[in-house]
């Protein structure tokens, strides 16, 4: 092996992912990934993100422009849209995304809960579409599962049993969230229906008990603020569906 292939960076691996290399490097890296599965179930991981994000915010373009929106453009923006130019400003910008996803809700609070709910949604549409690897530790382990998420989490965490909402486990991973680490819980249904529930800690005003409903892009999410600890639930099913779902989580954390 040369000494280039020796060493493949961060950077190179990132621009990978997002397709920014030239054909000869892109050729190069891939043999490598080839011979390094562990940073090759990253990259790909990065993938299945890009993929998820440009399914959920892409379709900004194609909103009408909202009536606050709706002033002269300043002359640097001559040729580009406002829309437009908001989208990519969009990209570039968390916040920019947040309030787009959250289109249609009726609460509106805090930028660090809006951007909790985000991570649900997207961590949502990125692993559910998993076949062989949506968990990293399955439901037969679910012993194991809740004590090491309570570990990373450093709170006490629980997953639900919905057997009578129909849906049973599928098993649990941990995720990156805006203030240290977060859990994901999946269930599935008979039809293969999968939902998810995202858990992060610093949930923030612990008095925001009741649910809170967001959608985009045939993405529900429910979500809520018990004590420390921040709950949202996401499925592509219709409102009062996935409410019924939520509250069962909720009547099983709250016994």
Sequence with gaps: MSEQMQTVNEDELQAYADGQLDEKRCAE???????????AGRVED??????????????????????RLQRPAPASWHGMSLLRHAAVVAWLTIGGTIGWFLHGTQDVHSGTTMAFVRQAA???VVYTPE??????VGAEQEAHLVAWLSKRLGVSVK???LSEAGYELVGGRLLPGSSGPAAQFMY??????RLTLYVRTDGGDSRETAFRYARENNIGV??????????ALSGDLEKTELLKVAQAVYHQLNP
């Design 29 to 39: 890296v891939a043999a490598w990934l080839a011979s390094h599965p562990v940073e």
């Design 46 to 67: 990065c993938r299945r993100q890009n993929e998820a994000l440009h399914a959920l915010f892409d379709p900004v373009l194609d909103e009408p422009v909202p009536p």
């Design 122 to 124: 997207v961590a949502h």
């Design 131 to 136: 076949v062989r690897h949506p968990v990293e």
């Design 159 to 161: 997953a639900p049993h």
């Design 188 to 193: 599935q249904d008979g039809r293969g229906q």
């Design 222 to 231: 429910f979500y809520w603020i018990d004590g420390p600890l921040g709950y």
